[in-house]
């Protein structure tokens, strides 16, 4: 092979082929000349478009593993041609029949392939089944879900000549998909159930004040404790739509939130007046739960400090406490006060006072039981079982 270069500039290829000939005693040379430019012209670009679909399928398998689809294509005679992320999307090793089955389909249900090969075959010419979402079962056991599109590719004389699909995992935008829409509907739910709860405590307020119209005749004092109560039903429904399970409330954070809105309430009638919430066992109630305990609570805030301070200085640290604990299947409450106390002979299940008859009416609503007695204050316990 030799270079040549002609007097028009232009660079050639020659092959120069040597014989040996015998002749009588001599030996002969013979040299013949081939232009092979064009020849080795069509070599190196085929070795470029070579190297060139090297690239294209390596970047191509690239962008298939990054997004996750995998495309698929069936011949005439009936045998399947995945690209290799289908492998990763089913979570299992290429086999050597896999070109025989369709393996995807393999991976659903019977009721999931009946009905997409039924759709499959009535597609007509370059027709596409577009967008059809299914659940698949990788071998791992893992639940999948892929976006499938299938088409049946025809030549130009009408004759089906491949099934072409492309499949993409969908499994996150699926799964975020269905928590968003479960999500709607909970809160489409807690709009008709707050609608609910906010007509029931209006009329529970106004009984409230009914009460207190037929115990007291100071209207002063019936607004003022009809305020306190409303604020207790603001501190529920505030925390109820910050949440994002509606059906229940972690305690610890509910009523740390609630004993900050009751010290900012009270503080302005009460001088150093302090609500400490502790909670020795974290856990949940639901809200059928939580509104008569934060009333039967907000009650015994009310009693505290119309009367367990009377004749205390105004300098008196008046403390409030409020303990949790779970034990078993029940919830205790202890609720204390450093206050003057009970009376000896204070018996709640027979007061006729507004505050201990709302109370005793809330604890059987909760299906609970209580006691009360003095010790440096007023203690109230409240046990009740918890909801499943």
């Given at each position: 092979?030799?270079?040549?270069?002609?007097?028009?500039?232009?660079?050639?290829?020659?092959?120069?082929?040597?014989?040996?000939?015998?002749?009588?005693?001599?030996?002969?040379?013979?040299?013949?000349?081939?232009?092979?430019?064009?020849?080795?012209?069509?070599?190196?670009?085929?070795?470029?478009?070579?190297?060139?679909?090297?690239?294209?399928?390596?970047?191509?398998?690239?962008?298939?593993?990054?997004?996750?689809?995998?495309?698929?294509?069936?011949?005439?005679?009936?045998?399947?041609?995945?690209?290799?992320?289908?492998?990763?999307?089913?979570?299992?090793?290429?086999?050597?029949?896999?070109?025989?089955?369709?393996?995807?389909?393999?991976?659903?249900?019977?009721?999931?392939?009946?009905?997409?090969?039924?759709?499959?075959n009535r597609l007509g010419p370059n027709e596409l089944?577009?967008?059809?979402?299914?659940?698949?079962?990788?071998?791992?056991?893992?639940?999948?879900?892929?976006l499938i599109n299938i088409k049946n590719v025809h030549?130009?004389?009408?004759?089906?000549?491949?099934?072409?699909?492309?499949?993409?995992?969908?499994?996150?935008?699926?799964?975020?998909?269905?928590?968003?829409?479960?999500?709607?509907?909970?809160?489409?739910?807690?709009?008709?159930?707050?609608?609910?709860?906010?007509?029931?405590?209006?009329?529970?307020?106004?009984?409230?004040?009914?009460?207190?119209?037929?115990?007291?005749?100071?209207?002063?004092?019936?607004?003022?404790?009809?305020?306190?109560?409303?604020?207790?039903?603001?501190?529920?429904?505030?925390?109820?739509?910050?949440?994002?399970?509606?059906?229940?409330?972690?305690?610890?954070?509910?009523?740390?939130?609630?004993?900050?809105?009751?010290?900012?309430?009270?503080?302005?009638?009460?001088?150093?007046?302090?609500?400490?919430?502790?909670c020795y066992d974290d856990f949940k109630l639901s809200?059928?739960?939580?509104?008569?305990?934060?009333?039967?609570?907000?009650?015994?805030?009310?009693?505290?400090?119309?009367?367990?301070?009377?004749?205390?200085?105004?300098?008196?640290?008046?403390?409030?406490?409020?303990?949790?604990?779970?034990?078993?299947?029940?919830?205790?409450?202890?609720?204390?006060?450093?206050?003057?106390?009970?009376?000896?002979?204070?018996?709640?299940?027979?007061?006729?006072?507004?505050?201990?008859?709302?109370?005793?009416?809330?604890?059987?609503?909760?299906?609970?039981?209580?006691?009360?007695?003095?010790?440096?204050?007023?203690?109230?316990?409240?046990?009740?079982?918890?909801?499943?």
């Amino acid at each position: 092979m030799g270079i040549h270069k002609s007097s028009n500039r232009h660079i050639q290829k020659l092959r120069v082929i040597y014989q040996r000939l015998v002749v009588g005693d001599r030996n002969l040379w013979v040299a013949g000349i081939k232009d092979v430019t064009e020849d080795v012209r069509i070599k190196q670009k085929i070795l470029d478009q070579n190297e060139e679909l090297k690239i294209l399928h390596d970047t191509l398998n690239d962008v298939e593993n990054s997004n996750k689809f995998s495309v698929q294509y069936v011949d005439n005679e009936g045998r399947y041609y995945w690209s290799s992320s289908i492998y990763d999307i089913l979570e299992r090793e290429p086999r050597d029949d896999d070109e025989y089955n369709n393996i995807v389909m393999d991976a659903c249900d019977d009721e999931t392939v009946e009905l997409i090969m039924s759709k499959v075959n009535r597609l007509g010419p370059n027709e596409l089944l577009g967008n059809h979402e299914i659940e698949i079962t990788t071998e791992n056991g893992k639940t999948k879900y892929l976006l499938i599109n299938i088409k049946n590719v025809h030549n130009s004389k009408g004759e089906l000549v491949q099934k072409s699909c492309y499949a993409r995992d969908i499994t996150e935008e699926y799964l975020m998909r269905e928590s968003l829409i479960k999500a709607n509907e909970e809160k489409t739910i807690l709009m008709k159930d707050s609608h609910h709860r906010i007509k029931n405590n209006l009329n529970l307020l106004l009984r409230f004040i009914s009460l207190e119209e037929k115990f007291s005749d100071d209207y002063e004092e019936i607004l003022n404790v009809t305020k306190k109560r409303i604020s207790s039903f603001v501190v529920f429904h505030e925390n109820l739509y910050k949440i994002s399970n509606f059906k229940e409330m972690n305690i610890s954070e509910y009523f740390d939130k609630f004993a900050k809105a009751s010290e900012s309430f009270y503080k302005h009638d009460y001088e150093s007046f302090n609500l400490k919430f502790i909670c020795y066992d974290d856990f949940k109630l639901s809200n059928d739960e939580l509104v008569p305990l934060t009333l039967i609570i907000n009650e015994l805030v009310i009693n505290t400090l119309k009367y367990a301070f009377a004749g205390f200085s105004k300098d008196y640290s008046k403390n409030i406490g409020l303990t949790a604990t779970r034990k078993d299947d029940c919830a205790e409450f202890h609720y204390f006060d450093n206050g003057t106390g009970l009376a000896s002979n204070f018996d709640p299940e027979k007061s006729t006072g507004l505050g201990w008859v709302i109370i005793r009416s809330l604890v059987s609503q909760l299906n609970g039981s209580y006691e009360v007695y003095s010790d440096n204050g007023m203690h109230f316990k409240i046990r009740f079982p918890l909801s499943d």
